[in-house]
């Protein structure tokens, strides 16, 4: 695999924390010519601390000239990994705030269909694209009726676009409960909590680690016979 990523050029919109940062540490042992987008200042200067060798640029991805701009100077890219999250559009339906979902939609659907959109005329055609959704696309857990909306949406895109952009590929990786900066809005005691809830749902026992969510994209990366389908990594939620 280490072989195939050599010198190859990946773009990861969302690459400053959680998943997308776990890809991008193990690409750079790969060495993958790497490219993250974030938009937190703070996260983007820390990286280029922590991983010199990363092309770190901060850049908000619900901007499209600017994603443009960016695009256009990368050039060729070999793969691209859409690893945007939101926070927004959770809980039960019947007291959803549907200004929420909507946030929830701005902040996760809409960025990655612009990213894709907006490299897809640099994309190399023997390359892939990766998108990041969630279970909550499939699991038919209460309270996520939002959220599978959200990552539904774009999981229904892949075949799809597996014809439509072909000989390029696209996949998408459905993680599960995964350990990352995205439960932080928690308290630590109630995000344990909820942690231990969910592991005796989960048939691994426990909350996913991002960079098993990591090598699974990175698999679909090297394995050039996948394409149009949503690869789950959740342990076995049920």
């Known amino acids: 695999m280490a072989r195939q990523l050599e010198n190859r050029k990946i773009v990861i919109a969302g690459g400053t924390s959680g998943i997308g940062l776990a890809l991008a540490a193990i690409l750079v042992q790969d060495k993958a010519l790497v490219t993250v987008i974030g938009r937190d200042p703070a996260k983007i200067e820390k990286l280029k ?17 600017a994603l443009d701009d960016l695009f256009r100077k990368e050039k060729e890219i070999d793969h691209l990994v859409v690893a945007l999250s939101g926070g927004k559009g959770g809980g039960m339906f019947k007291t959803l705030s549907l200004s929420d979902l909507r946030e929830g939609f701005e902040s996760k659907f809409w960025p990655h269909v612009n990213v894709l959109q907006a490299a897809l005329p640099y994309m190399r055609p023997t390359g892939s694209i990766t998108l990041i959704t969630a279970i909550s696309a499939t699991a038919k857990l209460p309270g996520t009726a939002g959220l599978a909306a959200i990552n539904g949406a774009l999981e229904l895109m892949v075949p799809i676009l597996s014809g439509e952009l072909a000989p390029l590929r696209i996949n998408a990786v459905s993680p599960g409960i995964i350990d990352t900066p995205w439960w932080d809005f928690l308290p630590e005691a109630v995000k344990e909590q909820t942690f231990s809830e969910f592991a005796l749902k989960v048939a691994a026992g426990r909350v996913g680690r991002p960079e098993e969510v990591a090598d699974t994209i990175r698999f679909l990366l090297t394995t050039e016979y996948i394409n149009g389908v949503i690869v789950g990594c959740h342990g076995g939620l049920k």
Not at 50 to 64: C, E, K, Q, V
């Open 49 to 65: 601390i922590d991983f010199p060798g990363i092309n770190a640029i901060g850049l908000d991805a619900r901007d499209r000239s």
